[in-house]
T-cell receptor
């Protein structure tokens, strides 16, 4: 069965520090991979996605993610965190063909001054 | 271009009552999905429409949940009768259809349902 693991439920990072959020997945083939963010009171916003090609993907708000097939991982990174990045981040996988997404449990990011 | 919209944003009902959630997808998107997040858990798939047809309803919890998408535009999700465990955030998403099209799902803001 498909599954997504986000091992960190909460992460606290100082403003200006770098960030890495972990995501591992279990899937029979290479799925489509996504990172979404939910800010307080908001819906889910797509940060970035990987379908194929270059394994380093750039997204909005200065985020990037790297697909590593050998590790079944798709970790999200940002070189310098801003206070406005405080939110909950969700990793999701899905098969090609407009099908359902499987989500991880989310990582809540807190940004300290 | 307007995004996915959902109504209401919040709903508080008593156990045994009926609630109907509405989702308006992005214009022109053939695919419409419903997901749910109960507190502290992951976001889980409920069902998928392609135009007005149910493509996959494997995630629907039980027959108290009824989803419709008349005319292939907006969709409704009715819970009748509501139980305490139905509380959570219900998300709707949409994506384009057709071969070679973008398969990215765009999500709405969600409806926060609380059953007392």
């Amino acid at each position: 069965a498909q599954s997504v693991t986000q091992p960190d439920i909460h992460i606290t990072v100082s403003e200006g520090a770098s960030l890495e959020l972990r995501c591992n997945y279990s899937y029979g083939a290479t799925p489509y991979l996504f990172w979404y963010v939910q800010s307080p009171g908001q819906g889910l916003q797509l940060l970035l996605k990987y379908f194929s090609g270059d394994t380093l993907v750039q997204g909005i708000k200065g985020f990037e993610a790297e697909f590593k097939r050998s590790q079944s991982s798709f970790n999200l990174r940002k070189p310098s965190v801003h206070w406005s990045d405080a939110a909950e981040y969700f990793c999701a996988v899905g098969p090609p063909g407009f099908q359902k997404l499987v989500f991880g449990t989310g990582t809540r990011l807190l940004v300290s001054p | 271009e307007a995004g996915v919209t959902q109504f209401p944003s919040h709903s508080v009902i008593e156990k045994g009552q009926t609630v109907t959630l509405r989702c308006d997808p992005i214009s022109g998107h053939d695919n419409l999905y419903w997901y749910r997040r109960v507190m502290g858990k992951e976001i889980k798939f409920l069902l998928h429409f392609v135009k007005e047809s149910k493509q996959d309803e494997s995630g629907m919890p039980n027959n108290r949940f009824l989803a419709e998408r008349t005319g292939g535009t907006y969709s409704t999700l009715k819970v009748q009768p509501a139980e305490l465990e139905d509380s959570g955030v219900y998300f709707c998403a949409s994506s384009q259809g057709g071969q070679g099209r973008q398969e990215t799902q765009y999500f709405g803001p969600g409806t926060r349902l609380l059953v007392l």
